[in-house]
Structure formats: structure tokens, C-alpha cells
T-cell receptor, first 113, second 115 residues
Framework: EPEVTQTPSHQVTQMGQEVILRCVPISNHLYFYWYRQILGQKVEFLVSFYNNEISEKSEIFDDQFSVERPDGSNFTLKIRSTKLEDSAMYFC???????????FGPGTRLTVL | AQSVAQPEDQVNVAEGNPLTVKCTYSVSGNPYLFWYVQYPNRGLQFLLKYITGDNLVKGSYGFEAEFNKSQTSFHLKKPSALVSDSALYFCAVRDRTGSARQLTFGSGTQLTVLP
């Protein structure tokens, strides 16, 4: 069964450094999402991406964040200058046209020191 | 704004007993509701959804959920719990504004099934 994959599983970085989180959505899916889950808190929507552009973003997704689909398979989330409060689990999700069901990857745990 | 609430942080049930994980929602218009499960160190796995139709929705691993419009609830149920059902369960509602269809999640309920 196709799955969403994410790399790395755990990323440790120093405050102020740039990080790139990578996701490979399910191959025939067209809609891509990033969510995050701060430890002990609920899963929060960050951004959605369709047809090579952002379709929706939350207040969390400020100028420090960017997303890109650099090729036909990868979908990336970049944080330009990480802050301590960016420490969280980041989930990628994807869905196909005509369905509401999103399929999630296993997540990347980002730790900012 | 739409929201979902999961009033219980923790639910404990004995193996073989029925289980219920509660969820209530607040949306304008008809809701699109989902349940996801998260096992330790794993991503969110889709269990079931309600879009329209029968109020009782059946999903993966023997789970079902009952949509109740008058009580604005979408409780997750299983007739006979297994120890392997122990996990974190999230209720979610789909955004009805815009085209992205992003999900708004509840705070999660930790289900522990005791042997």
C-alpha cells in the first residue's frame, strides 16, 4: 500500500539555523499539506500546496517558513532561522483529487537547541 | 470558526469491553468529520470519516463512529477492545471555507486497553 514518507525522522539543530524537512507524498496525489504538533498539544495546520503554489496557510506559517516541490516527487518545508518554539513533530500529508481523506507521513521530530 | 473538542484526555478500558472515545464539533453548515489514530513514534493513520449518509460509519480495525447532529457529536466506538488498540486518537473536522480542505484537530484522547 502506498505511503507518505518523511526524512529525516529526527533533526536536531541550533537556534538560528536553517532546516529543510522532506516529504515524498503518495505518487498520484495532488494536494499536499504540512502540519505540526508541539509536544503535548494538538496537531495544527501549517500550509497546503496545490498546482505548485500555496493554496492556504495558517497564522503559524510566517515568513520564516516556505514550501517547495522541487521535482515530481518531493515536497519540502524550509524553516529559515529556527527558533526554540519551532521544536515540534512535523507531519506531511497528501490527498488525491475528489476525496477529503488525507494520508499522513510518520513525521519528523525537530529539536531546536 | 470550526472546532472539535475531545473532553477526555485519557480513557481506560478493559480488554474485551466496549470502548467509546468522545468528540463534539462546532461548525457552520454540514460537518465533514474524521478520526485518526497515532501509535507511538508513528504518523496519523486514517480510521474513518463522515461526509453524508448513514449516521453510523464503519472504519478500519473494527472501529465505528456515530454522527449525531442534534448533539453535535461524533463518538468513536468499538464493541470489543484489544490491547493493541492502545494509542492516541484524534477527531478532526474539515475546513469548509477555501479549497484546501485542511483539517482542524481535537486535542487527542489517549486510549489504554488493559489486559
Amino acid at each position: 500500500e502506498p505511503e507518505v514518507t518523511q526524512t529525516p525522522s529526527h533533526q536536531v539543530t541550533q537556534m538560528g539555523q536553517e532546516v529543510i524537512l522532506r516529504c515524498v507524498p503518495i505518487s498520484n496525489h495532488l494536494y499536499f499539506y504540512w502540519y505540526r504538533q508541539i509536544l503535548g498539544q494538538k496537531v495544527e495546520f501549517l500550509v497546503s500546496f496545490y498546482n505548485n503554489e500555496i493554496s492556504e496557510k495558517s497564522e503559524i506559517f510566517d515568513d520564516q517558513f516556505s514550501v517547495e516541490r522541487p521535482d515530481g516527487s518531493n515536497f519540502t518545508l524550509k524553516i529559515r532561522s529556527t527558533k526554540l518554539e519551532d521544536s515540534a513533530m512535523y507531519f506531511c500529508a497528501s490527498r488525491t483529487e475528489g476525496t477529503d481523506t488525507q494520508y499522513f507521513g510518520p513525521g519528523t521530530r525537530l529539536t531546536v537547541l | 470558526a470550526q472546532s472539535v473538542a475531545q473532553p477526555e484526555d485519557q480513557v481506560n478500558v478493559a480488554e474485551g469491553n466496549p470502548l467509546t472515545v468522545k468528540c463534539t464539533y462546532s461548525v457552520s453548515g454540514n460537518p465533514y468529520l474524521f478520526w485518526y489514530v497515532q501509535y507511538p513514534n508513528r504518523g496519523l493513520q486514517f480510521l474513518l470519516k463522515y461526509i453524508t449518509g448513514d449516521n453510523l460509519v464503519k472504519g478500519s480495525y473494527g472501529f465505528e463512529a456515530e454522527f449525531n447532529k442534534s448533539q453535535t457529536s461524533f463518538h468513536l466506538k468499538k464493541p470489543s477492545a484489544l490491547v493493541s488498540d492502545s494509542a492516541l486518537y484524534f477527531c478532526a473536522v474539515r475546513d469548509r471555507t477555501g479549497s484546501a480542505r485542511q483539517l482542524t484537530f481535537g486535542s487527542g484522547t489517549q486510549l489504554t486497553v488493559l489486559p
